[in-house]
């Protein structure tokens, strides 16, 4: 779900060659968040 999300929500990251490392920084970025959310929080 996250991928279709970033993919048709930010097309920057698709711009270009065709890489799929744009979504999964961004999948990385959202879980790390999330678990500096919910050990600080």
């Known amino acids: 779900m996250i991928y279709v999300v ?3 929500l930010i097309p920057e990251m698709s711009a270009g060659r ?3 490392t744009g ?6 970025g959202f879980t790390v968040m ?3 959310d919910t050990a600080l929080g």
Request: aromatic share 6%; net charge negative.
């Open 6 to 8: 970033v993919e048709e």
């Open 18 to 20: 065709h890489s799929n």
């Open 23 to 28: 979504v999964v920084m961004f999948a990385l």
């Open 34 to 36: 999330m678990a500096l």
